[in-house]
């Protein structure tokens, strides 16, 4: 078997070419081998061994996290949408002004009571909108920096491959 | 205000709440506080990513918000600090951080058979703004 | 992209996604974490994965950078040591090659890192030198080189092995 003991010395070499590697593998799975290749016999069983290896099971989420896996092209379209039938209610149904009260609202500006319920509401709806402005514009670039419970921070890879494949995206447009 | 106070601590959210107790009439803040849903509310969650799509239905049964306008760091940092400890001594479990220039926006939420909570906490040069929502399961 | 096609596309490749933090991390609870975490993000990230087109030297670069990183945050700042993923021989012997072909799955966790991944993307996942090139990011030449090393200094450590053996226990084991 000169052959084997070329291919081998290849296979150390890393010089062997795959259906080389392959013979190896399939003489070495056999039960008869060579005195002198007794040696390697449960090197290539520790490879068949680990190819063995299965993964954990991945649940793909299907619950609560539905809510964020949009894409966000769409998302934007649609919050646009949104934003102009908010700005319509307020337009045709200005607030009540009987139904609110101060009970509804609790504002302290800088410390200080809001008192008056209309100026209350005021200044809460304001705030929330501002919030509310800010998060749904966050959302725009896909610029994304993610950390979430674990202690890792891969999130540069993404970062990356993020920038990579829009511009791969706008070039393919 | 005691029995808006009472309304506030409802969902049992503890660490949070006391931190919007103890800042809300502090100078250096604003709060403000909305008991219940009106219709400028439903419409707003529908700007919110984070309801859409849900497949459980709730109703709001109220947000709060306080902002630290200051632009004094440490106070910033400290504030921010307490924020974060309060929110891993409720237990809520963080959605996701986006990043848009300035503004960095950490979404949280925590779910339970009694409800759900959702916290915005927005960090920027010169202003944190910690808004908490909460809903109720069914229509 | 859906879930059946992240299904048939992307989670075909979690055992050598998961083998791949074996072997970078040489933690088997490490190693489950870190695959709940990629496939996590690649599920968040599914829309933009469908641009690209060599998925599984993209897959698993993303695999062996997040164990890297994970490596890196260690106290130790550098290697783990090994820790279950080869079961150490207990009082019980299996069967002497059994044993013998855990202790060689651990010989290669001793491998430096690029070494030890090199040599089981060659010999365990069959891959391409071409391909391994790829995913390291590194020149096909380099990879022979490692993957020589690789092997001689495993055959160098079997045949160790195997002398302190021989003269522990003669030849009439």
């Known amino acids: 078997m000169d052959n084997i003991d070329n291919i081998l010395n290849n296979y150390f070499e890393g010089k062997a070419l795959p259906e080389e590697e392959n013979r190896l593998r399939e003489y070495f799975r056999n039960n008869t ?47 646009a949408s949104i934003a102009a039938i908010i700005l319509l209610v307020v337009m045709f149904f200005p607030f009540n002004k009987n139904n609110s009260s101060a009970g509804d609202y609790l504002v302290f500006i800088n410390g200080r009571a809001v008192k008056n319920p209309e100026k209350a509401q005021e200044y809460a709806d304001q705030m929330f909108t501002q919030a509310d402005e800010i998060i749904r514009t966050s959302y725009k670039p896909l610029v994304e920096a993610n950390a979430i419970q674990t202690k890792m921070d891969a999130s540069k890879i993404f970062d990356d491959l993020a920038h990579t494949i829009d511009h791969i995206e706008s070039l393919n447009q | 205000m005691f029995m808006a106070l009472a309304f506030v601590t409802t969902l049992s959210a503890q660490q949070l709440e006391k931190l919007f107790d103890k800042y809300m009439e502090d100078e250096r803040f604003n709060y403000v506080y909305q008991k219940k849903a009106s219709m400028m509310d439903k419409f707003a969650d529908l700007g919110n990513m984070e309801t859409w799509g849900t497949d459980k239905s709730y109703t709001s049964t109220g947000r709060q918000m306080i902002s630290l306008n200051s632009t004094e760091k440490s106070l910033g940092e400290s504030f921010a600090q307490e924020v974060k400890n309060a929110l891993q001594a409720d237990k809520y479990e963080e959605v996701s951080i986006v990043r848009n220039g300035k503004n960095r926006v950490e979404t949280y939420e925590r779910k339970s058979d009694k409800g759900l909570s959702k916290v915005s906490f927005i960090k920027n040069p010169g202003s944190i703004m910690v808004s908490l929502n909460t809903y109720a399961p069914g229509k | 992209m859906n879930a059946q096609q992240f299904q048939d596309h992307i989670l075909c490749y979690s055992d050598k996604l998961y083998r791949m933090a074996l072997s970078v991390l040489k933690d088997k609870s490490l190693s489950q974490d870190a695959y709940q975490e990629l496939m996590m993000r690649l599920w968040e990230k599914r829309k933009q994965l469908e641009v690209i087109e060599n998925r599984q030297a993209f897959l698993l670069t993303s695999m062996r950078n997040l164990c890297l990183d994970m490596l890196r945050k260690q106290p130790t700042n550098g290697e783990l040591s090994p820790h279950a993923a080869y079961p150490d021989p207990g009082p019980h012997q299996l069967t002497e090659e059994a044993d013998t072909v855990n202790t060689i799955n651990r010989m290669i966790d001793l491998l430096p890192e690029m070494q030890r991944t090199i040599i089981r993307m060659k010999d365990v996942e069959e891959m391409e030198i071409t391909e391994i090139a790829g995913m390291m990011s590194i020149t096909e030449n380099a990879v022979a080189v490692n993957l020589s090393r690789a092997r001689k200094k495993l055959r160098e450590m079997i045949l160790t092995h195997q002398q302190k053996e021989n003269m522990l226990y003669g030849q009439h084991r």
């Open chain 1, 33 to 79: 081998v060579l005195p002198q290749h007794e040696v390697y016999k449960p090197m290539f069983a520790a490879f068949d061994k680990e190819k063995q290896i299965v993964s954990p099971t991945f649940i793909i989420p299907v619950e609560m996290n539905n809510q964020r896996m949009f894409s966000f092209r769409r998302l934007w379209i649609s919050a």
